[in-house]
Antibody, heavy 126, light 110 residues
């Protein structure tokens, strides 16, 4: 069945970098936008980043803009999140999520999350 | 951008109906019919329940329904069951390819 499996989480010191990966299977990965969503301990869900189906456009939450980079390799069905200058407040479970998109006029809107991975935990601590 | 506003908790007895509200602004909920809802049992992956305000994905029970009026969206669960006990999150498109979640609502089935 459709599956997303995250990896790469761990414990990292503040200011350091970490790279998360997500392996997609059982669907045509190159047809879908993809997101990262996170949940800090005791907090709610937070949208982190979006990459279009072909990698042509990328968007970020203000909280990570300039520090995180989303990327994808459609030949390998993989999604990545490169996280730099990590802070304690980046501690969270990070979910890889498939996007649901619809056209509104001529605009393609990625507006919901229809398939979720089980998440990988990132802890930023000295 | 601030998170959408949801009640921290709601409760109901088995068989009853409950409604969870999700209040945004004219820049998000009020501007787009792109509100979605997610059920999250702690320790599991969130589950996609409602999209485009009121549409249900295949496999989601028709006990779950969504609506919107102005800047406020709502999720109604009818015929409450024990397994409905979970955290529920709304999400809205906020323009410029960004999305914003609500703070989450803990549903307790008494």
């Amino acid at each position: 069945q459709v599956q997303l499996v995250e990896s790469g989480g761990g414990v990292v010191q503040p200011g350091r970098s970490l790279r998360l990966s997500c392996a997609a299977s059982a669907f045509t990965f190159s047809n879908y936008g993809m997101h990262w969503v996170r949940q800090a301990p005791g907090k709610g869900l937070e949208w982190v980043a979006l990459i279009w189906y072909d990698g042509s456009d990328k968007y970020y939450a203000d909280s990570v803009k300039g520090r995180f980079t989303i990327s994808r390799d459609n030949s390998k069905n993989t999604l990545s999140l490169h996280m730099n200058s990590l802070r304690a407040e980046d501690t969270a479970v990070y979910y890889c999520v498939r996007s649901l998109a619809s056209y509104s006029g001529d605009d393609l809107i990625n507006h919901a999350f229809d398939v979720w991975g089980h998440g990988t935990t990132v802890t930023v601590s000295s | 951008q601030s998170a959408l506003t949801q009640p921290a908790s709601v409760s109901g007895s088995p068989g009853q109906s409950i409604t969870i509200s999700c209040t945004g602004t004219s820049s998000d909920v009020g501007s787009y019919n792109f509100v979605s809802w997610y059920q999250h049992h702690p320790g599991k992956a969130p589950k996609f329940m409602i999209y485009e305000v009121s549409k249900r994905p295949s496999g989601v029970s028709n006990r779950f329904s969504g609506s919107k009026s102005g800047n406020t969206a709502s999720l109604t669960i009818s015929g409450l069951q024990a397994d409905d006990e979970a955290d529920y999150y709304c999400c809205s498109y906020a323009g410029s390819s960004t999305l914003i979640f609500g703070g989450g609502t803990k549903l307790t089935v008494l």
